[in-house]
Nanobody, 116 residues
Framework: QVQLVESGGGLVQPGGSLRLSCTASGGEFRSYIMGWYRQAPGNQRELVADITRLGVENYNSRVKGRFTISRDGSKNTVYLQMYLLKPEDTAVYYC??????????WGQGTQVTVSS
C-alpha cells in the first residue's frame, strides 16, 4: 500500500514563495505519475501539475510559469516549488500517485494560505 505524506504548506504573503514536498513509501515510486492537486472551499479539486516517470511536466494554465514540479527518485519525493503566489492559490494541496488514469494513492493534504 502506497502512502504519501505532504509537507511545506503554510501562510505566505502575496508574491511570496513556498515549496511543498511529498514523500512516498510502500510502492514503486519510479513507476508512478506524480501530481499535485488543490481544492479551495466550495470548489472542485483541480490538477495543479503532474510529472511522469520520465520527467515530462504538465501544468494547469493558471500556475504555468509560476510553479515548478520536480521529482527525486533517490528520495521517493515529488516537489512543488511555488513562486509569485496569489490569494487565489489558497487551497488545500494534495499529492497524488497515478498509474495511467488509475489513482494509486492520495496524501492527506497540506494547507496553503496566501494572504497579507
Amino acid at each position: 500500500q502506497v502512502q504519501l505524506v505532504e509537507s511545506g504548506g503554510g501562510l505566505v504573503q502575496p508574491g511570496g514563495s513556498l515549496r511543498l514536498s511529498c514523500t512516498a513509501s510502500g510502492g514503486e515510486f519510479r513507476s508512478y505519475i506524480m501530481g499535485w492537486y488543490r481544492q479551495a472551499p466550495g470548489n472542485q479539486r483541480e490538477l495543479v501539475a503532474d510529472i511522469t516517470r520520465l520527467g515530462v511536466e504538465n501544468y494547469n494554465s493558471r500556475v504555468k510559469g509560476r510553479f515548478t514540479i520536480s521529482r527525486d527518485g533517490s528520495k521517493n519525493t515529488v516537489y512543488l516549488q511555488m513562486y509569485l503566489l496569489k490569494p487565489e492559490d489558497t487551497a488545500v494541496y494534495y499529492c497524488n500517485a497515478k498509474v495511467g488514469t488509475q489513482d494509486i494513492s492520495w496524501g492527506q493534504g497540506t494547507q496553503v494560505t496566501v494572504s497579507s
